[in-house]
């Protein structure tokens, strides 16, 4: 895929840019390690104040940070807003709890003392998606920074400005030049870059495709990888859940960013006693949606963020209702130009089908009815992914059901999954391997040195 900046709206291709030649990666690697020598040695003060300076030009400059994502990948620009407000305040997070979670942990030994120190790793390539430009980029490196590593970063080649505009904000807030650097260059040119001594490790978000191919390389080279990868989060209801806020929930939870989200529910499992109800309150508030220009503020969808993924979203969606699946909205390929799709609800879901074994990364909600949380669960569990999974039940057996049964790195009761700075994310199975965010976040790039003393 080339580098460029092609409007999903309108199908315009607004910016081109090279890919880094062989000598300008190496001169970037060169700084970076060379930065890192001095940049270690920086105090949690230092840093800390690095990370609020960068939160206050997110804040300052948060509209013309929006406006490249919605231009780039057409999420709808309120959406944008939200996604750098978030990334302020992840920075804000860590700036002001880092140092604590990095302090020496004392511990019992036969010696005269015994501790833990977290020390940086070194340079950490981050490779990320295009979904969220900002966010996914931001909660690698605020405690990546933080902890006193170095990051260079191979964004997704259709977000080059949102990437380039990432590095200049840690720039501009004061990080040593090397400190964080954005790589335009190839997947393949990532994958080999994997292999060079200088850089330590290794995070991703994306694809179960390109999370093993990068695995594979750190592997070789006995590098430390974080994966965070794809996921078809079940949306369970039982009968004792309050359906109206749980259908309201339900549909942010599949539409949010055009629904091209790892976290969007997308699984929609009913208790058979409220599905009816759920079902139709679901298809009204999907046909009352406002589809068009991601800059209008009354607008609710986007287009996807490529021709490519709207025409194998439709392909998934015509499969399935092939095999037997029912269309009960959408379906239907729009209009015009851009990459638009309308929200669409499929039920009556074949074994087999797509529906029942892929994930559809758009805005198409995939509805399963059960008889009880057994079913539920074991529904749930029938795919090779668990990133999140959302239970809506008022009664606490079942609670405990979920929480304790459903394979999933987050289990979310009455509510929507969602990533939170505080809280530790991250998968099981399929979906990867690793926790970003909360203290377990600050401690996936950091050696953890026990320090003995008599």
């Given at each position: ?20 030649t062989d000598?300008q990666?190496?001169?970037c ?36 940070y ?16 939200a ?16 140092p ?11 010696g ?7 020390q ?29 590593n ?33 790589l ?84 929609f ?7 009816p109800q ?52 959408g ?9 638009f ?56 057996t079942?609670q405990?059901?979920?929480?304790n ?25 399929r ?24």
């Amino acid at each position: 895929m080339a580098i460029a900046t092609i409007n999903p709206a309108t199908g315009e291709t607004l910016k081109t840019f090279a890919a880094l030649t062989d000598d300008q990666i190496e001169q970037c690697l060169a700084q970076s390690q060379a930065t890192f020598l001095d940049y270690r040695r920086t105090t949690f003060a230092q840093r800390s104040q690095w990370l609020h300076r960068a939160a206050d030009l997110l804040d300052q400059h948060c509209g013309d940070y929006a406006r490249l994502m919605t231009l780039e990948m057409g999420k709808t620009y309120k959406s944008a807003i939200a996604e750098v407000q978030k990334c302020a305040l992840v920075c804000r997070y860590y700036a002001d709890h880092g140092p604590a979670f990095l302090q020496d942990q004392p511990g019992e030994s036969d010696g005269t003392a015994a501790y833990v120190r977290y020390q940086p790793l070194g340079v950490v390539l981050a490779v990320m998606p295009w979904n969220f430009p900002f966010w996914q980029v931001f909660r690698f490196a605020a405690p990546a920074l933080m902890a006193g590593n170095v990051g260079v970063l191979k964004h997704a080649s259709n977000v080059p400005q949102s990437a380039l505009a990432i590095a200049d904000i840690f720039a501009e807030a004061g990080f040593p030049p090397g400190a964080f650097q954005t790589l335009l260059i190839t997947a393949s040119q990532a994958e080999a870059l994997i292999a060079d001594e200088r850089i330590q490790a290794v995070t991703l978000t994306g694809s179960e495709l390109a999370g093993s191919r990068v695995a594979a390389a750190a592997g070789r080279e006995i590098k430390k990888t974080l994966l965070e990868l794809g996921g078809s989060d079940p949306f369970i209801v039982m009968d004792s859940a309050d359906v109206d806020r749980a259908v309201t929930t339900a549909a942010t939870a599949r539409l949010m960013n055009n629904g091209q989200s790892c976290i969007a529910a997308k699984r929609f499992i009913l208790h058979e006693a409220i599905a009816p109800q759920f079902e139709a309150q679901m298809v009204e508030i999907f046909r009352n949606l406002k589809i068009g220009d991601p800059f209008d503020e009354q607008t609710d969808i986007g287009p996807l963020a490529t021709a490519a993924i709207r025409e194998e979203l439709h392909e998934q969606v015509q499969q399935t209702l092939a095999l037997g699946g029912k269309l009960l909205t959408g379906g239907e390929l729009l209009p015009g130009v851009g990459n638009f799709y309308p929200p669409t609800i499929l039920s009556n879901i074949p074994p087999g089908s797509p529906g029942a074994t892929e994930e559809f990364f758009g805005p198409v909600a995939l509805v399963f009815r059960v008889q009880n949380w057994e079913e539920a669960i074991a529904l749930a569990n029938a795919t090779p992914l668990g990133l999140g999974a959302s239970a809506w039940t008022n009664n606490p057996t079942e609670q405990d059901r979920f929480i304790n049964d459903l394979e999933a790195g987050a289990v979310f009761i009455n509510g929507m999954v969602k990533s939170d700075p505080r809280l530790p994310f991250g998968g099981i199975k399929r979906s990867g391997y690793g926790r970003e965010l909360g203290k377990e976040g600050i401690h996936e790039f950091v050696n953890l040195k026990t320090v003995w003393i008599h």
